[in-house]
T-cell receptor, first 112, second 112 residues
Framework: NAGVTQTPKFQVLKTGQSMTLQCAQDMNHEYMSWYRQDPGMGLRLIHYSVGAGITDQGEVPNGYNVSRSTTEDFPLRLLSAAPSQTSVYFC???????????FGSGTRLTVV | GENVEQHPSTLSVQEGDSAVIKCTYSDSASNYFPWYKQELGKRPQLIIDIRSNVGEKKDQRIAVTLNKTAKHFSLHITETQPEDSAVYFCAALGGSNYKLTFGKGTLLTVNP
């Protein structure tokens, strides 16, 4: 039982490049979300999904796209990376009661 | 949307002292309030949580109190130890969805 798996753990991108951060969970949770963490800012919600085929924007969605084709996977796409997207990204899945947020191990992204 | 304020942003205590971190929330419909501990380079880990129908919850040296009327909740750590040093985040879960809104964090340092 792996919980929430995020890949890669580290990534360096050049400005303008694109990439996909992968997130997979094996707990059959319907609700998944992506957060970014910046110093002094806590964790801010980027996008979330309440089930396969359903996604919505969070607090800071600009520059990011998501899709949810299966219950297990919730990838986050950066279409044209910018230095302002340098951050640590966490994926999370949530149990049906709304508690029990399980976080992935994080992706540390640097955009140069 | 929900707004969570957390204070203080940094807290330094001597080993054995108590530490208190306070949070306020804005959405009266929020009904679940978890606290996370994050060590350097690691993912946030749930340490204790409380639901809106409970006023206090304790787990060994850690306790959380909730005042629904005033919309604030607090984390209390007694007999602090150096391994308690970390960043602590409070959060609030919306009443109508699974969106978790975080405070900006408190860096707790326990000096030996």
């Amino acid at each position: 039982n792996a919980g929430v798996t995020q890949t890669p753990k580290f990534q360096v991108l050049k400005t303008g490049q694109s990439m996909t951060l992968q997130c997979a969970q094996d707990m059959n949770h319907e609700y998944m979300s992506w957060y970014r963490q910046d110093p002094g800012m806590g964790l801010r919600l980027i996008h979330y999904s309440v089930g396969a085929g359903i996604t919505d924007q969070g607090e800071v969605p600009n520059g990011y796209n998501v899709s949810r084709s299966t219950t297990e996977d919730f990838p986050l796409r950066l279409l044209s990376a910018a230095p302002s997207q340098t951050s640590v990204y966490f994926c999370a899945s949530v149990s049906p009661l709304g508690d029990g947020y399980t976080f992935g191990s994080g992706t540390r992204l640097t955009v140069v | 949307g929900e707004n969570v304020e957390q204070h203080p942003s940094t807290l330094s205590v001597q080993e054995g002292d108590s530490a208190v971190i306070k949070c306020t929330y804005s959405d009266s419909a929020s009904n679940y309030f978890p606290w996370y501990k994050q060590e350097l380079g690691k993912r946030p880990q749930l340490i204790i949580d409380i639901r809106s129908n409970v006023g206090e919850k304790k787990d060994q040296r850690i306790a959380v109190t909730l005042n629904k009327t005033a919309k604030h909740f607090s984390l209390h750590i007694t007999e602090t130890q150096p391994e308690d040093s970390a960043v602590y985040f409070c959060a609030a879960l919306g009443g109508s969805n699974y969106k978790l809104t975080f405070g900006k964090g408190t860096l707790l340092t326990v000096n030996p």
